[in-house]
């Protein structure tokens, strides 16, 4: 599992999981957010571009450290869905939880642009993918 930081911000982590994302995998992604997030980091992209199938293992990974970042004034957001994944996340609701994002630099952007109280999310039927 790649992790780096985006090319937007060094305040914004990415990982990019490879493969499946299954029980066997889960344990790797939540060693990988547990240290990001011990380094102080807050701001987490996840990029799916290179993972084809995500369990409820790892759902529920990330729907933990999801409560944690929020916690801590941070976010992780999801983004480069592919059809199958983005299936699991409407099928579970958790489209409606978690902040999906068509792109990486889409997501990334999302951390550098304050959300306006005016101003509703815009979906495309994976979530909420991108604020204005």
Do not use: W
Not at 8 to 24: H, K, Q, T, Y
Not at 56 to 75: W, Y
């Amino acid at each position: 599992m790649e992790s780096r930081p985006s090319d937007l911000s060094a305040d914004i982590s990415v990982l990019v999981p490879e493969g499946r994302l299954d029980a066997r995998a889960a344990p790797a992604l939540e060693q990988e957010l547990a240290a990001l997030e011990a380094r102080g980091v807050i701001q987490i992209v996840i990029n799916f571009s290179r993972a084809n199938y995500v369990s409820s293992s790892s759902l529920r990974v990330m729907l933990i450290h999801t409560r944690k970042l929020r916690q801590a004034s941070g976010d992780l957001k999801l983004c480069a869905l592919t059809e199958k994944i983005a299936e699991v996340l409407r099928i579970t609701g958790l489209d409606t939880i978690l902040d999906i994002f068509p792109s990486e630099n889409l997501a990334a952007q999302a951390f550098l642009t304050p959300p306006k109280a005016d101003m509703a999310p815009l979906t495309t039927g994976h979530g909420r993918e991108n604020r204005r």
